[in-house]
Structure formats: structure tokens, C-alpha cells
């Protein structure tokens, strides 16, 4: 491998070149931004490689496919997205956005860390491995989405309509940090979301207030609905709700102890005195990982300006995601919700529900997985950090639990990269590592 | 009496002319506008029918009084206000809302209804009465003041600083309207009010949902505290919320039941299918004027925008009023929710309480009280529309109860005066009404 390593810190100046030339593309997907010019340099890139590569049209924005297949071996797939967050609010900026300023060790860029840094170091691990041993030891697909910031949307018909470009023996994820003893966070699953509007319709227009005694107040009708989803021990009080919920396996609670969670860090950095319910250690970890949430993400009606308005509100709204864990069903919980709403008496609240994510968790002991774990250690020489489930989510379970293929993520960002915030960046030495990482990866398959 | 109307019908274009120089004042006291000019009117109005007139200033917008008295007889106080509602949406007008144009019977202006024509209609009445009878049977004091739509914040000060002003045997209120057929309303009371914000504060800014696992979401407290707050028959569960609540004595409950309620046209207007809890009838009626409400204002966290945004708010706000009834006390309120809260478990939700404002009730037996229903019986040859209590809120408690004044309410407006609205406006023939009825009155005391 040290020949690989070498000639990425020879050629170093070019790989960081590249990335700076993708992160200059404002390719923010909820605006429309700059999606044609990001989908073909990705694309223009594989080319250069030696990859078939095809830009597939979706009902919203392409899906960059490249493929590098060689009969007989193993088939590795990365999947990445060459959008990014819009940049707002861009007076929080120290710098242009998408300058892609270097300073010192840090490249400062919307996308830098989410996650067009992991998506370049893997192009760029596979020119270094090709100049140093010609062929790859593995097939490898590249499967790069437009529309990741916005959901993931047009996913799903990619995947039915190409079932054999999904197809693989492992699939490496978008993301995953570097810790700042170098070691290499390995992500193997993913919480799935369900995402829900609530809302209820009062009078045909607001009315004063006097009126509160014989009208009905939608918001009380909806913070009497909300407050039977959860109660202030944090158990969610739909029924059946956690009826599909897997327990915890030996070796994943064994995982889970070896997990780092920075608790100081986080208290500090948001101002917080505790972690929800006094929680900390492993308790706290396994809520994080393991267990489904129910999130009011915004709640709004009547009068919300300065002073006072005495005002009867004609209609309220909540907006809630609830994350979910293996194996529960979005599809069914909104069954379930609407069911536990009826029950309580709330059949004027309507449900409005977006088309929801599963979680995905992939089993640590594959052996391909295996092979990643080796590679991050030797790269590191430490022990990864192993995540068995992101907290966030992604489109992981349509993309590979369902078809059996085991997941796992890595990228370049470190703990204060800030996604989907002002000042996003990453550290230029942690991109040269991430590429030497991928190197590794591939290398274990020879 | 023929005289008097005989009088007002002859010179009714003349009041009707005087009542449309004022509507022409835009005297919107929460943007500070017009108020030198609309005070000084009234103050030259009342000194050019003898009055001596004072121009009382206060904290805010100065209090017009004016004084007609005349030694051994009974006083009478009007307590009415110059100031208006602002006219937004001014779009939703369809003449300028400071024009005051008549078309046919209709008078349009901000401030018709609310209260210049209430007011307008007791200056008119006095110069009739002086014009034809000479000397006035009662003495009369004016207290109008300029700050009623911004809850008369200075005006418990003023009467502090002024008691002699305050004192008279009976106090006509602002307000009341008059029916279809020409029945008048008698307001003999008013709701008191209490208004408070709650508040709750989280991470000291927002963040990814990912993180309502293990980090306080103050949308939830808050849901949760406002659950704890009310039931979902209505009844109010703060302890000891009802203990001074007056129960209704026999005489109310049959004044009750002689009192319209247009449900029906309640109903459509505001497009409902029914009334809170199905009521209707007497139980309909013994709420909406004797019971106090908890009613929610306002409630506002997170993210409101179109679409998904998976946030964890950083705070949450609620703005409630409550409707107090005899002999409810608004310090007290606030008090015995604090204790609530915190024997919940919600001591971190922090109540902002503005003053509020105690309820106020008349004895509908009161000499003085009759006085005024056979006068409105004289004009109207109908028995009079009795409401007890004003379902909104006023400072009748402090200018009138507190002193043991006894207080009646009528007016110049209808059923559909639209005020606090867009187009807002009084017949002209019930303002020519309306000064009729308060010379009926001044007619009673000789």
C-alpha cells in the first residue's frame, strides 16, 4: 500500500484541485442551482477513469451511474450525491460559500462534508490505485444523486426501473467523520423517518376571543391530540408502535459499548445542563441509536407577533418526523396514528404524511464488512469507531437492506464540519486520508 | 318627550354631520395617530354645550373630561374613548375607512361602531335636551379616554390620581347595539381579562432532529403543560381556578333567559357545524356569559414553512387569554397557575402575565339600573335586550365596581357593526335612535 499512499501525497495539489472545482458548483437541488454543470463533471470524471458512465433522467434530477466491471470479482458500490444544502443564512459566512477557500488546513465549502468530499476522495482513490496497479481488484458502481438534500424522492424509481445497477456484494455509504485522533468512524445502518403534518380547521376565519367560550379552538384541539402521542417519559403511546421494534443483539450492545458519544462536547457546544431524561452512557447511547423518536419539528397557530392579540386561531398545524428503527414500517405507522387518533376522540385531525424511509442496519460480522474494518485499521492504526445505526437518515434500506446488501459508511468530515450549516468545512489532511482509506478498502479485496 | 325627539329629528343632519367630522379623525391609538386632533374635538364639543372641560394627561393619550353640574341632583358618568382599531386590511374595505360616506342608511367608518357613535349620540342628546329643556334634570361627567383599543393601560392611574372625577351614582357604559327591531341592548356587566405568555427554552439554537432522542424538545413541554391546563369537556383544571366564581342567582338565570342568542346566524356566518360541546340554548348562553375561558391565543415553534424542515426547536411560546368572571382575581390567576405548573413537574415554563383586569357586574334591580330599562322601554316600546355580562372585557371593574357604581352599556351599532373589521359601520337611523334613548334616559331623573 505504500506506493499507493505515496503517490496520493505526491498528487496531492491535483486531488485537492478537483474537489475545490466541484464544491465551486452551487449545486443546491431545492433551488435548481447548478445541477447540470455538478451531474457532468461527476460524470466527465468517471470517463476520465475508464468507467462506462450514463447520466439517468429521473422526474426530477439525474442519477450519475459509472460502473468499472471486471468478470469474476467482487462488486463494490458507492453511493454518494453531488447536491448540497442551500447556504442560508449566508451572512453567518466567514467566507464564500462556494469559493472553496483553503486557509491554513481547513477548506471551507458548502458540500465540502456533505458529502462531496467523500464522493471526490473516491474518485480520486481509484485514478491513484489504477497509476500505481493498473487494474482495480474489484467491479465498482458508482450510483451519485441529485436530490439526496431533498429527500431522496425519485430514488425509489431509479432503483425499480435499474435493479441490476444496484446490484452489488457491498455498498459503501455516503458518510461517517474522522475523529480527531484519527481514527475512522464506520457507519453500518441508518435510522428510516416518517414525516407528518397535522392540522385541524376551526371557524372559516379568525375570531376575538370572547368567542373561546362556546367555539371550538382548533390549537387546543391540537395540543390535546399531540399530548397523547408521548408521554414525559418519552414513551410513545401510539399502540403497536413499537411492536416491530428489534432488540438489541448481544454483539450490538457489545458494539455500542466501544462507541465514543462526545456528551461534554454536545452539552456545551448547544447550552444544554443535561441529555433528555438525565440520560448519559450507555443508556444515552442506545436511546440514540437504537430507539424510534416522535419530534414536533415546528407547531403554529393564531397570533405569534409582539404583545398581545386576543384572537380564537381557525386552524392549527404541527409538523413531527418520527425516526425509526429496524423493523418498523412508515406505511404502517401512519395506520397506526391515525387509528390511536380516532380512538382519542381526534377524528377531526387530518393527517398529511409523506412517503417515509425504513431504517437499515447491516450485521458487523459480514465478512466484506470485515474487510472495511481491517482497512480502517490499518490505515489508522486504531480500532474503527463503529456506529451501528446514524441517527440521521437516508435512502440505505431502499437502496441495499432490501435487496440484502451490506452497508457501510465512511467519509471526510470530523465532528464540527457543520452539515447543513454556515461554515461548513473539512480539514484538507482528513481528504487526503479519506482517499487513502478508500485505496485500502480496495486493496483488501485483491 | 315629543319635544326632545321632535328636536333631534329636526337637526339630525346636523348630528349625523358632527359624527362624521369625528369618524374623519383617524384616531388609531396603538400607531399614535390623530389623537391631539380627535381629544380636542371632543373637549370643544363638550365646552361649546356649557360643560367645563378638562384635558387630563396621562402616561399615554390624555383623558377627556368634561363636567355639567348642577347641586343636589343625581350624577351620571359616560365613560366612552376616541380611539379606533387600526383600519388593516385596508384592502378589504370598499370605501377609505376615514371617509365616514353614508350610502342609503349606511354609515361606514372605522370608529362607528367603536364607540364615536356611542359617544356622538350622548353629546347630541345634551344639546337637544339644553335646546328644548334648558337646564339638564342630572349632572353629567364625561371621562373619555384615548387609549381603550390599546387596553387602557393609563387609565387605572388617572382614576387613581382623579377619584372625585370617577365618583356618580350610575355609570352609562360604551356599548351595546341595537336589534332588528329595534329593541336595545343593556349591558350590565363585563368579563375581566388575563393575558400571559408561556414560554420555553431548549439548546441554545436549533438542531438536527436527529438529535430529539436524547436532547429536550421545548415544543413538547410545552404541548404538555397546555394539556395539564384544561380538559377536553372544558373545564379549566387549575386549582382553585373556579373558587370565587359567583354562582348565577335565580334572578340572573331568568334575565338569561330572555336574552337572544342568534346561533344560527353565529353558525353560518363562520361556516361551524356546531358550538363547542354540542351546546345550545340556555347552557349555550350561561357559558358564553357566565363561565371564564383558558383560551389559546397563539402557539408558535420551529419550523412553519412550506414543506419538511426535521429541526429540533430551540424554544417555544404560547399566548393565552383567559376571560375572568366575578369575583376572579387576575394576580391570583397567575399565581395559582405558577403552583400548577410546578406541582406538574413544568417549573421550567416561564409565565410573562400582562395586568389583567377584574370582571365587573350590576345588580339588574338597582334603582338607577331601572331608570335606564324603562327609558329603553319608553323609546323602543319593547322590553329591553338584558346581558348581563359583556362576554369580551373592559375597565368597568376599575372605574365602576370597585367604587360600587352601578353600570348600564348601550349603543349606537347592530349585529353586524363589523368592529375591530374591514367595513366596519352603524345605521344612520340608529345613531338618530341612539340619541334619542340617552335623552330618554336624562329624562327619567327629573
Known amino acids: 500500500m505504500e506506493l499507493v499512499y505515496r503517490y496520493i501525497e505526491e498528487h496531492q495539489d491535483m486531488y485537492v484541485k478537483w474537489l475545490q472545482d466541484l464544491c465551486q458548483i452551487p449545486s443546491v437541488s431545492t433551488q435548481n442551482r447548478g445541477i447540470r454543470e455538478a451531474s457532468h463533471m461527476v460524470a466527465s470524471l468517471l470517463r476520465q477513469l475508464g468507467g462506462i458512465t450514463e447520466m439517468i433522467e429521473t422526474n426530477g434530477h439525474p442519477v450519475v451511474y459509472g460502473q468499472f466491471l471486471f468478470n469474476g470479482k467482487k462488486t463494490i458500490s458507492f453511493y454518494n450525491h453531488y447536491d448540497v444544502q442551500p447556504e442560508d443564512p449566508i451572512e453567518a459566512w466567514h467566507c464564500d460559500p462556494f469559493a ?4 491554513g488546513d481547513v477548506l471551507t465549502a458548502r458540500g465540502s462534508a456533505d458529502n462531496k468530499g467523500a464522493l471526490m476522495a473516491r474518485i480520486c482513490a481509484i485514478h491513484a490505485y489504477q ?5 482495480l481488484p474489484v467491479n465498482i458502481k458508482f450510483i451519485v444523486e441529485g436530490e439526496e438534500e431533498k429527500g431522496s424522492i425519485n430514488l425509489p424509481d431509479f432503483i425499480g426501473r435499474h435493479p441490476d445497477k444496484v446490484q452489488a456484494d457491498l455498498c459503501i ?5 474522522i475523529y480527531a485522533d484519527k481514527s475512522i468512524e464506520l457507519k453500518m445502518g441508518t435510522k428510516g423517518i416518517l414525516y407528518i403534518e397535522l392540522a385541524v380547521q376551526g371557524a372559516n376565519s379568525d375570531m376575538h ?3 373561546a367560550a362556546v367555539v371550538t379552538n382548533p390549537a387546543w384541539r391540537l395540543v390535546w391530540a399531540l399530548a397523547t402521542l408521548k408521554d414525559d417519559k418519552e414513551r410513545i403511546q401510539i399502540d403497536g408502535f413499537y411492536d416491530r421494534v428489534v432488540p438489541l443483539s448481544d454483539e450490538e450492545r457489545r458494539i455500542l459499548e466501544t462507541m465514543d458519544y462526545p456528551e461534554g462536547d454536545t452539552l456545551q457546544r448547544y447550552g444544554l445542563d443535561q441529555f433528555l431524561l438525565s440520560l448519559t452512557g450507555m443508556p444515552l447511547k442506545e436511546k440514540l441509536i437504537f430507539q424510534p423518536t416522535c419530534n414536533i419539528c415546528g407547531i403554529y397557530s393564531g397570533y405569534s407577533g409582539e404583545g398581545s392579540k386576543t384572537v380564537l386561531p381557525s386552524e392549527a398545524r404541527a409538523k413531527l418526523d418520527f425516526r425509526l428503527v429496524p423493523d418498523q414500517d412508515p406505511e404502517e405507522i401512519v395506520r397506526l396514528l391515525r387509528d390511536h387518533l380516532d380512538r382519542h376522540g381526534f377524528e377531526d385531525i387530518e393527517i398529511k404524511a409523506r412517503k417515509g424511509t425504513r431504517a437499515a442496519k447491516t450485521d458487523p460480522g459480514h465478512p466484506l464488512v470485515q474487510k472495511v474494518m481491517r482497512a480502517a485499521e490499518k490505515v489508522s492504526g486504531k480500532a474503527p469507531q463503529k456506529v451501528l445505526m ?3 437518515s437516508g435512502p440505505m434500506y431502499q437502496l441495499c437492506q432490501q435487496f440484502g446488501i451490506p ?4 467519509g471526510v468530515g470530523n465532528a464540527d464540519s457543520r452539515k447543513h450549516a454556515p461554515n461548513e468545512n473539512i480539514y484538507v489532511s482528513d481528504y487526503i486520508y479519506g482517499i487513502k482509506m478508500v485505496a485500502a478498502v480496495l486493496r483488501e479485496f485483491v
Chains 1, 2 share one sequence.
Open 100 to 103: 472553496a477557500e483553503i486557509r
Open 131 to 135: 497509476q500505481v496497479y493498473g487494474e
Open 173 to 177: 455509504w455516503e458518510n461517517g467523520i
Open 209 to 211: 376571543s370572547l368567542n
Open 390 to 392: 446514524n441517527p440521521g
Open 407 to 410: 452497508t457501510v459508511g465512511f
